[in-house]
């Protein structure tokens, strides 16, 4: 994606280094916002009460907001997928489109000229880097928000994939995750109950990390290395990195999102068993957890195991999955609303000074422990969609509990895994021991 303030020596980069028109964009939103709140300030003149004045205004701040962030490349884009944990909070037709929109985006990302890839990877890995290779495949396999993949045959004969970083990558994400920050005030019309300044710093943090690729291998290096000859789960190993390539294992199997357009029925459940399994172990085992759900990062492969791609963004859970998360499961199950209310006031979830009732907090939380009642669970998108609607219905009682519940920046990841691997599973059709899964992984579950 170009821009018409780039510098004549910025053509050949995807991602724009001069960012005024991207800035300009972005502090429009503020603006409107602004605007709307006036509006709705005469609306309460007219004697509509203030909930439904707020309800109305959060639903117009989330549509300016994802207009926005949906027509943008590079960090706003990728800042715009990981709000996917506000969704809660913003009526479904506005996020079905802006979902779409960031589909469409990701999948058009014009791909780099080989000169200027091979310029990358003269300055990542030495002049001398062909002679690493004894193939190097100029077109990509593959693209992403910040990179892309290339083919290649390693000087040993191994297929290897070349992870390439758009050059000026780094800058335009730390630019529009700048200027996104400035926003907070906006955010938090989106959800009054939540400390949002302190969850938008994490995800910037999270998101600065994914530019260096050095970290992302050695993420890789270590989930390779835990599950090492395991007969479920089969991690690629790395080759080489540098901070803005890197080059691991080459992997041929099904990709998740075939399985989802047309497996049968046993490869849906298996894929959708060994997912559940993964997510679920990874913190036991790894003390990470990788933190990029989506079909394009897992594939089938031919002996049957889960074969897992893209370290850039993990979780790091030095003691584990936290306990809390599987008393807060338990105790939903079992009805104790008012224990489960001190749970996650000690958690953060339920600041101080925000009245909620606890039952209302349970009545919120149990459907989505659903899967966990029975021996196994058939997860459909009519089930996702159900949930989705529950909590984006402004008229229904879920819509102001859960806007008026916090998100503690500690807790963002697991949210977002937890939400991205059951939406897969949901696109997978899949039916699955689920309980039996958590009561072996999740500390806390079993009293």
């Not at 083919?151 to 994939?161: I, K, Y």
């Not at 949210?415 to 009561?439: F, K, M, N, W, Y």
Request: net charge negative.
């Amino acid at each position: 994606m170009t821009d018409s303030h780039d510098s004549p020596g910025d053509q050949d980069t995807p991602l724009p280094r001069r960012t005024a028109a991207r800035t300009a964009k972005l502090a429009s939103l503020p603006l409107g916002i602004a605007g709307r709140a006036v509006g709705g300030w005469g609306r309460r003149l007219t004697g509509q009460s203030a909930e439904d004045v707020n309800a109305t205004l959060s639903a117009k701040a989330a549509e300016q907001l994802f207009e926005v962030l949906g027509t943008l490349k590079g960090g706003a884009m990728k800042f715009g997928q990981a709000l996917s944990v506000f969704e809660a909070a913003v009526p479904e037709e506005f996020a079905a489109p802006y979902r779409d929109a960031l589909t469409r985006l990701q999948a058009a990302a014009p791909p780099m000229p080989a000169r200027q890839t091979r310029r990358v990877l003269a300055e990542q890995l030495g002049r001398s880097w062909m002679q690493r290779f004894a193939e190097f495949d100029d077109e990509p396999a593959a693209s992403a928000s910040i990179g892309q993949v290339h083919r290649a045959v390693w000087h040993d004969g191994r297929e290897v994939a070349v992870k390439v970083q758009y050059p000026g990558a780094d800058e335009a994400l730390r630019s529009d995750l700048r200027q996104l920050q400035r926003f907070s005030r906006l955010f938090q019309a989106l959800l009054p109950g939540a400390e949002v300044k302190p969850l938008l710093n994490e995800l910037a943090d999270r998101m600065n990390e994914e530019l260096d690729y050095r970290g992302e291998a050695d993420n890789q290096r270590r989930f390779a290395k835990a599950f090492h000859g395991d007969e479920n789960v089969y991690v690629p190993r790395v080759v080489a990195s540098a901070p803005k390539v890197i080059v691991s294992e080459w992997v041929t199997g099904t990709p998740y999102s075939k399985i989802i357009a047309g497996g049968s029925r046993e490869e849906r459940n298996e894929a959708g068993r060994l997912l559940a399994e993964f997510h679920y172990s990874s913190p036991a085992r790894v003390r990470l957890l990788h933190s990029d759900p989506h079909p394009g990062n897992f594939m089938l492969l031919d002996d049957g195991r889960l074969c897992v791609i893209d370290f850039g963004a993990v979780a790091h859970l030095p003691d584990g999955a936290p306990h809390a998360l599987g008393v807060m499961m338990r105790l939903a199950l079992e009805g104790r609303s008012q224990d489960l209310f001190e749970v996650l006031r000690a958690e953060g979830f339920v600041r101080p000074e925000v009245g909620l009732d606890a039952d209302d907090v349970h009545a919120w939380l149990l459907p989505l422990v659903a899967p966990l009642t029975e021996e196994t669970f058939h997860f459909t998108r009519e089930w996702a969609q159900k949930q989705a609607m529950r909590m984006g219905d402004t008229r229904n009682k879920d819509f102001h509990t859960g806007r008026s519940l916090n998100l503690p920046p500690q807790w963002l990841l697991i949210h977002r895994v937890t939400a991205g691997a059951i939406g897969i599973l949901c696109q997978l059709d899949a039916e699955l021991p689920v309980r039996s899964i958590v009561e072996r992984w999740q500390p806390g579950f079993a009293a």
